[in-house]
């Protein structure tokens, strides 16, 4: 019965904190963009962040356990 338990709270934890880092990327990226002036700018700031993505999503995720 404890372990049903441990996992029921592991996995709404996790849904928890993957929806509260979901809205936070969204409202960084939201803010960033009414920053940047200029396609150029925008397009270089996006090459960055896609890059950092590509390297932390999968940290992120083994971290959570998702």
């Known amino acids: 019965?404890?372990?049903l338990v441990?996992?029921?709270l592991f996995d709404l934890a996790r849904s928890l904190i993957g929806d509260w880092l979901r809205q936070a990327?969204?409202?960084v990226g939201?803010?960033?963009e009414t920053?940047?002036?200029g396609r150029t700018?925008?397009?270089v700031v996006g090459i960055l962040l896609g890059i950092a993505a590509y390297?932390?999503?999968p940290v992120v995720t083994g971290l959570l356990g998702l």
């Open 25 to 27: 990327v969204l409202a």
């Open 55 to 57: 390297f932390l999503i």
């Open 6 to 8: 441990a996992e029921l």
């Open 35 to 37: 920053k940047i002036q």
């Open 41 to 43: 700018a925008r397009f």
């Open 30 to 32: 939201a803010w960033l």
């Open 1 to 3: 019965m404890a372990a």
